[in-house]
C-alpha cells in the first residue's frame, strides 16, 4: 500500500473515530496516533486558540495530544505565520530543541487551522524532526477531510455542552426561586416588570399579578425614583449591572422598607438590550441595627472625646470650651452651655458657650440660685429633661427657642462629693433619646469631676506658690547669712595672714637692711685694708721669719681673691631676701588700699612666686610647668589685694588637682597654663588651666557655693572659690566661669572690667 493510500486509510480510521466514539478524550488521542503513524511525524497536537490574545493568533494552547503521556506547551507563532494561519493556510514554524530532550536538533513543526461553524477554533500541528518528511500539498488535501470532521465533532460538543449548561441552569433556578428568600424580578428595556417570584408577596405585600406590567419605579418612594432613574440609565449606557443599591419601596401596607437591589442587563441573540434580571433583599432590619449601632457608637466616641479633652493638662476655660464644642459638633444640638458656682457670692456664672443658636449670653451671665431653669436645676440638684420646651415652666424663654427651632431641653446639676459645681445645659431641634440622655447624665458626671479636679490644682497652686515664695525668701536670707558667713571667715583670713605677712616681712627687713649695709661698709674696708698691705709690703719687702711663717699660715693671697666674693654672696642674699619681702607685700596690699588700676600679670606673678616651693612637692617630685602667655593687656580696675587672693585660691587648687592626679599615678605631664588677652576696651580675659582630669558636671554645678569643696575633710573649707566669686562678681561686676571635662582639665575664666570702666566695688 502506497504511502497516500495509507494515509487516506487512516483518515478515515480517524473520521470514523470521530462518529462512532462519543467521547472526544477517547477519539482524539487514538485518530491523532493514527495520523502521526500514517504521515511519519514526531507527534501531532491538536491546539486550542488563546481566549486572551487578539486576533492575528500568535499563542494556541494545547488540548488535546496524540502521545498520552506527552505534555504540550503552548505554540507560539510569529506575526507573519500568524496572519496566513488566520486566514486558514498551513503554516510552518522552527523549534528550538527543549533543555531536557535528548535531540540537539530544532524541531520544524506544521501548523494546520481547524474552523468550527466558520469560526477560527484552534490548530492540529505536527512534529516533525527531519525537514525533508515535511507534508505535501496532496497530503494537506487528504488531511483537510478530517479537519472538516473534526469541526463537526467539536461542534457537536458545543452544542452538547451549551444544552446541558442550559438544562442545569434552568433546573438550579426553579430549585432558587422555592427556596430563596430574596425577591427575583425582571423588567424590560422599559423598565416595566416582566417577572416577579412569589416572594414579594411576603416582601412587600403584592401578589406577582399585582406587580407585572408595573414600572420599576412605582413601588418606590418619591424621593427614591429620581434615583433609580439615574442608575438605570447610567448601566443601560454602559450596558453595565449594579450592585449593592440601597432603596426605600413602600409595601402595600404603606409600611417603608428597605431593599437592597443588584441586577445585571441582558441581551437578545443580535446583542440588543432586552432589560434587567436582579434580585432584591430585605436590609431593613439590618439598616435599623445599623443606624442603633452608629448611633451608640458616636455616643461611645463623644464620651472618648471628653475623656481625652478631661485628662489634658490645659486651662479650664480652655477645657470648657473644647467640651462645649464637641458637645455641640457629636450630638448636633443648637447650644451647650457650662455654669460654675462661685461659693463667695452663690452665683452661677457662665463659664462657656457653644453652638449655632446662641442668642445674647449676657442675659445668663449670672443666674441666682432659684432663677430661670439654671437656677432651678443647681437649687434643686435634680436635672432637668424635657422634648417639649413650649410646656416647660422653668424655661422663660420660650419665643427664642421657638424662632431658633428647639424643641428639647437637658440640664444636669454637676456634683462631685455632695458639693455642687455648677449647672450644664443644651437646647437640641430633636427629640432626645433616652440613651443619649443616660450619656449626657454620664458625661455631666467627668466634667464636673474635670472641673473640681481643675479648682482643686489652682487652689493647691496659689497655696504651693505661696509656699514656694516663702521658701525662697528663706533660701536667699539663709544664701545671704551662709556668704556674709564666708565673707567674715575669709575676710578674717586674709586679715590675720596680711597681719602675719606684715610682721614677718617687718622682722626680716630690719636685719637684712642692716646686713645689706654692712656688706657694702666691710666691701669697703676690705679694700682699705688690701691697699694697706700691698703699701706696706713696697715699704717691707723683707719682712722678719715670724712675720713670713704668720703671713703662709694666713694664705693672705686666697683671702684676698675669695673675701670678695663672699661679701659679693652675701649682698646677693640679701638682695634676695629682700626682693622676697617686697613681694610679701605686694601680695598682702600692705601699702595699697582702695580702688585703682591693677597689672594683672603682675599679680599672677607675685602669686607663682609664692607657690613655687609647691611645684614639686608632690610624692613622685614632678615638677609641675607653669606656661604663661600674657597678652598686651590695660591696666584693669579693682582693688589689689583682693583681686590677687583669687588669683592665689586659683592656682592653689590647680597645683592641689595636679598632685592628687600624680599622686593617684595618672599617667600625665602635670602643667598650669595662664593667659591673658584684652577681649575689648572695657574687659580684659584671664584664664587660668590645668590638665589634672577635670570635674564632673554635678560638681561644677557647686563649686561656687559657700563651704561646698571636694577635698578630705580637714584640708578644705569650700570657701575659696565661694570668695573667689564673691570678689570678681559682686566687688568688681566682672564674670567667672569655669569650663572642665573629666580626663582633660580644667580652666577658670576671668572677665575683668577695665581701669576706663567706673567700679565702686563693695568691701
Known amino acids: 500500500m502506497s504511502l497516500a493510500e495509507h494515509l487516506l486509510a487512516a483518515v478515515a480510521q480517524a473520521n470514523s473515530n470521530l462518529l462512532t466514539i462519543a467521547d472526544l478524550d477517547i477519539a482524539l488521542p487514538r485518530s491523532l496516533s493514527l495520523l502521526c503513524e500514517a504521515i511519519g511525524c514526531e507527534n501531532a497536537t491538536l491546539f486550542e486558540q488563546s481566549r486572551v490574545q487578539p486576533m492575528p493568533v500568535s499563542v494556541l494552547s494545547p488540548r488535546w495530544t496524540a502521545v498520552a503521556t506527552a505534555s504540550a506547551d503552548d505554540l507560539h507563532l510569529d506575526l507573519k505565520s500568524a496572519a496566513l494561519f488566520a486566514q486558514g493556510e498551513c503554516v510552518t514554524s522552527m523549534l528550538a530543541a527543549q533543555p531536557d530532550s535528548l535531540s540537539v536538533l530544532p524541531t520544524t513543526v506544521q501548523v494546520l487551522p481547524v474552523f468550527v ?50 438544562k442545569t441552569a434552568e433546573s438550579r433556578f426553579r430549585d432558587l426561586l422555592e427556596t430563596i428568600e430574596d425577591l427575583i424580578w425582571e423588567v424590560d428595556e422599559q423598565a416595566v416588570y416582566t417577572y416577579v417570584s412569589p416572594q414579594v408577596k411576603k416582601l412587600l405585600g403584592y401578589a406577582p399579578e399585582e406587580v407585572i406590567g408595573q414600572k420599576l419605579d412605582a413601588l418606590m418612594l418619591v424621593d427614591q425614583q429620581s434615583l433609580a432613574s439615574a442608575i438605570i440609565r447610567r448601566c443601560v449606557s454602559q450596558h453595565q449591572g449594579f450592585s449593592r443599591v440601597e432603596v426605600r419601596r413602600l409595601s402595600k401596607a404603606g409600611r417603608q422598607i428597605v431593599v437592597e437591589s443588584n441586577g445585571v442587563p441582558f441581551f437578545d441573540d443580535q446583542g440588543n438590550f432586552k432589560g434587567y434580571r436582579g434580585i432584591d433583599r430585605d436590609v431593613t432590619d439590618r439598616k435599623a441595627a445599623e443606624v442603633e449601632l452608629y448611633h451608640q457608637h458616636c455616643l461611645i466616641e463623644l464620651r472618648a472625646m471628653v475623656d481625652s479633652i478631661l485628662a489634658r493638662n490645659i486651662p479650664l476655660p480652655q477645657m470648657l470650651d473644647q467640651c462645649t464644642t464637641i458637645l455641640v459638633q457629636q450630638l448636633n444640638v443648637g447650644v451647650v452651655r457650662v455654669w460654675t458656682l462661685n461659693p463667695d457670692t452663690q452665683m452661677l456664672e457662665l463659664r462657656s458657650s457653644a453652638g449655632h443658636c446662641i442668642d445674647s449670653d449676657h442675659y445668663y451671665r449670672r443666674v441666682a440660685m432659684g432663677d430661670l431653669a439654671i437656677g ?35 440640664g444636669y446639676p454637676l456634683i462631685v462629693n455632695e458639693q455642687l459645681i455648677g449647672v450644664i445645659s443644651l437646647f437640641a431641634q430633636q427629640d432626645l433619646p433616652d440613651d443619649t440622655l443616660e450619656m449626657l447624665s454620664f458625661i455631666a458626671g467627668e466634667i464636673a469631676e474635670g472641673i473640681h479636679r481643675k479648682q482643686s490644682e489652682a487652689a493647691l497652686a496659689k497655696s504651693e506658690a505661696q509656699l514656694r515664695r516663702k521658701a525662697d525668701a ?22 590675720s595672714l596680711g597681719q602675719l605677712v606684715a610682721g614677718i616681712a617687718h622682722e626680716i627687713n630690719n636685719p637684712v637692711n642692716f646686713i645689706q649695709g654692712n656688706v657694702r661698709y666691710s666691701q669697703d674696708y676690705f679694700g682699705s685694708l688690701v691697699q694697706a698691705v700691698a703699701l706696706y709690703q713696697q715699704e717691707h719687702p723683707t719682712p722678719s721669719p715670724t712675720l713670713l711663717a ?8 686666697f683671702i684676698q681673691r675669695d673675701l670678695p666674693k663672699v661679701l659679693a654672696s652675701m649682698e646677693m642674699g640679701a638682695d634676695r631676701i629682700q626682693t622676697i619681702v617686697s613681694t610679701l607685700k605686694v601680695f598682702a596690699c600692705l601699702d595699697e588700699t582702695g580702688v585703682k588700676p591693677i597689672d594683672v600679670q603682675s599679680g599672677l606673678d607675685s602669686a607663682l612666686m609664692i607657690l613655687r616651693s609647691r611645684f614639686s612637692e608632690n610624692p613622685a617630685h614632678i615638677r609641675i610647668a607653669v606656661e604663661r602667655d600674657y597678652g598686651d593687656v590695660v591696666m584693669v580696675n579693682g582693688v589689689v589685694g583682693h583681686l590677687n587672693q583669687v588669683f592665689m585660691n586659683l592656682l592653689t587648687n590647680a597645683v592641689d588637682a595636679l598632685h592628687d592626679a600624680v599622686a593617684r599615678q595618672i599617667q600625665l605631664v602635670p602643667k598650669i597654663m595662664i593667659r591673658t588677652v584684652q577681649l575689648n576696651a572695657d ?31 580637714g584640708q578644705g573649707t569650700g570657701l ?11 566687688e568688681h561686676h566682672g564674670q567667672i566661669s569655669c569650663d572642665s571635662q573629666v580626663g582633660e582639665g580644667t580652666r577658670f575664666i576671668l572677665h575683668l572690667p577695665t581701669a576706663a570702666m567706673a567700679l565702686t566695688p563693695v568691701v
Open 474 to 495: 528663706l533660701k536667699l536670707t539663709l544664701s545671704k547669712l551662709r556668704k556674709t558667713q564666708a565673707q567674715l571667715v575669709q575676710s578674717e583670713k586674709m586679715s
Open 117 to 166: 461553524s466558520d469560526v477560527l477554533w484552534g490548530a492540529l500541528s505536527f512534529d516533525f524532526s527531519d525537514a525533508s518528511t515535511l507534508l505535501q500539498p496532496d497530503q494537506i488535501n487528504a488531511l483537510s477531510s478530517f479537519i472538516i470532521g473534526l469541526g463537526v465533532a467539536l461542534q457537536r460538543q458545543q452544542d452538547l455542552c451549551r444544552s446541558l449548561v442550559e
Open 376 to 410: 432651678f436645676i443647681a437649687k434643686s440638684r435634680c436635672p432637668l429633661l424635657t422634648n417639649d420646651v413650649q410646656s416647660e415652666s422653668h424655661i422663660q424663654r420660650k419665643n427664642w427657642a421657638l424662632e431658633a427651632g428647639l424643641k428639647a431641653f437637658a
Open 720 to 730: 575659696g572659690l565661694s570668695t573667689c566669686y564673691q570678689i570678681v562678681v559682686n
Open 683 to 713: 574687659q580684659v580675659r584671664v584664664e587660668i588651666s590645668d590638665n589634672a582630669g577635670g570635674m564632673s558636671q554635678a560638681v561644677q554645678k557647686q563649686i561656687f557655693d559657700p563651704f561646698f569643696t571636694t577635698k578630705p575633710i
Open 550 to 557: 704668720a703671713l703662709d699660715e694666713l694664705d693672705l693671697p
